[in-house]
């Protein structure tokens, strides 16, 4: 069964037909899978996320999460089955790492209500799953960003929901530690939860993802195996790069090779070129 199901969703940021940005996305997220959503800029990866999670509400179509109606669903109770990082998220000013931490919690208990020890040993893994435990009498104002992302990771682990939804969680992060949060991702699908997350970096996403969904122009555009969906064509249309598609040779996953007409090289020629036309005029 999926975890979540989408069926003609569709947000807009204002009124008119220029302002729809989801045009009717109808697709479903395995459960226990990693699910990877890439695409351009500005193509609606984030605005799907949010819709997803109901922090925007949607202009129309249906969403499920975990079989339910989520227009049906408090949000305590969407909260304890689905947990989102979004792309920026914001600190409250000396904050340190425990307390933010800890408000993944809320769900799970009144706002006043102190916590529990559950709670804590919910802080604890997620401090733990991430490595930040070192940081957690550190103000977020203090860390680097590569750690702050780390920390939102553990806020989002903390709500402990079988989903969870994660907006370029490797954003600021070196390849060392994007690739400890891909593997944290896998860790948790290992354990039986669904993520689902959108990354720019192809080459990651398709060694990671069990299934990649593509949004472009806020339309789902392909979606599938890495093996399936990334292909020369898929690069050309959707992000406009001429590459080759190779498969990796340790893993075999798809990897994005672009071609020579881009880098260096030949910008330099093209460069030389048209000096030369212009020093013939
Ligand atoms: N708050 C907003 N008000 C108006 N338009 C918005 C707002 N947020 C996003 N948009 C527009 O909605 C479209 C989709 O944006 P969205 O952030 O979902 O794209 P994205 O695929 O996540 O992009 P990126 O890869 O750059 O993060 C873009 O055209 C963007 O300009």
Same mark, same amino acid.
């Given at each position: 069964?999926?975890?979540?199901?989408?069926?003609?969703?569709?947000? &807009?940021?204002? $009124? /008119?037909?220029?302002?729809?940005?989801?045009?009717?996305?109808?697709? &479903?997220?395995?459960?226990?899978?990693?699910?990877?959503?890439?695409?351009?800029?500005? &193509?609606?990866?984030?605005?799907?996320?949010?819709?997803?999670?109901?922090?925007?509400?949607?202009?129309? /179509?249906?969403?499920?999460?975990?079989?339910?109606?989520?227009? /049906? #669903?408090?949000?305590?109770?969407?909260?304890?089955?689905?947990?989102?990082?979004? %792309?920026?998220? !914001?600190?409250?000013?000396?904050?340190?790492?425990?307390?933010?931490?800890?408000?993944?919690?809320?769900?799970?208990?009144? +706002?006043?209500?102190? #916590?529990?020890?559950?709670?804590?040993?919910?802080?604890?893994?997620?401090?733990?799953?991430?490595?930040?435990?070192?940081?957690? %009498?550190?103000?977020?104002?203090?860390?680097?960003?590569?750690?702050?992302?780390?920390?939102?990771?553990?806020?989002?682990?903390?709500?402990?929901?079988?989903?969870?939804?994660?907006?370029?969680?490797?954003?600021? #992060?070196?390849? &060392?530690?994007?690739? $400890?949060?891909?593997?944290?991702?896998?860790?948790?699908?290992?354990?039986?939860? !669904?993520?689902?997350?959108? =990354?720019?970096? =192809?080459?990651?996403?398709?060694?990671? @993802?069990?299934?990649?969904?593509?949004?472009?122009?806020? %339309?789902?555009?392909?979606?599938?195996?890495?093996?399936?969906?990334?292909?020369?064509?898929?690069?050309?249309?959707? +992000?406009?790069? @001429?590459?080759?598609?190779?498969?990796?040779?340790?893993?075999?996953?798809?990897?994005?090779?672009?071609? @020579?007409?881009?880098?260096?090289?030949?910008?330099?020629?093209?460069?030389?070129?048209? !000096?030369?036309?212009?020093?013939?005029?």
């Amino acid at each position: 069964m999926s975890a979540i199901e989408a069926e003609d969703l569709r947000a &807009s940021y204002g $009124d /008119g037909a220029d302002a729809e940005v989801l045009k009717g996305i109808s697709t &479903s997220i395995p459960r226990g899978r990693l699910t990877v959503i890439v695409g351009p800029n500005g &193509s609606g990866k984030s605005t799907l996320l949010m819709t997803l999670a109901r922090i925007m509400a949607p202009s129309g /179509g249906v969403v499920r999460v975990e079989g339910r109606d989520s227009a /049906g #669903l408090r949000g305590r109770e969407l909260a304890r089955l689905l947990a989102l990082l979004p %792309q920026e998220a !914001t600190a409250p000013e000396g904050i340190r790492v425990w307390e933010l931490v800890s408000r993944g919690r809320h769900p799970h208990r009144g +706002f006043w209500q102190p #916590l529990g020890a559950e709670d804590h040993r919910a802080v604890e893994e997620a401090l733990e799953l991430t490595g930040c435990r070192e940081l957690a %009498q550190r103000r977020m104002v203090e860390l680097s960003g590569g750690q702050r992302q780390r920390v939102w990771i553990a806020l989002a682990l903390a709500q402990r929901s079988p989903v969870l939804l994660l907006d370029e969680p490797t954003a600021h #992060l070196d390849l &060392s530690h994007a690739l $400890d949060v891909l593997d944290i991702g896998v860790r948790l699908t290992a354990a039986g939860k !669904t993520v689902v997350t959108v =990354l720019h970096d =192809l080459n990651l996403a398709a060694r990671y @993802a069990d299934r990649i969904i593509v949004v472009d122009g806020g %339309q789902v555009v392909g979606a599938g195996a890495p093996t399936e969906v990334i292909t020369p064509e898929l690069v050309g249309e959707v +992000f406009g790069v @001429a590459a080759l598609v190779v498969p990796d040779p340790e893993t075999g996953s798809p990897l994005v090779v672009p071609r @020579a007409q881009h880098g260096p090289a030949a910008v330099r020629a093209a460069v030389e070129a048209a !000096t030369d036309i212009g020093g013939a005029a």
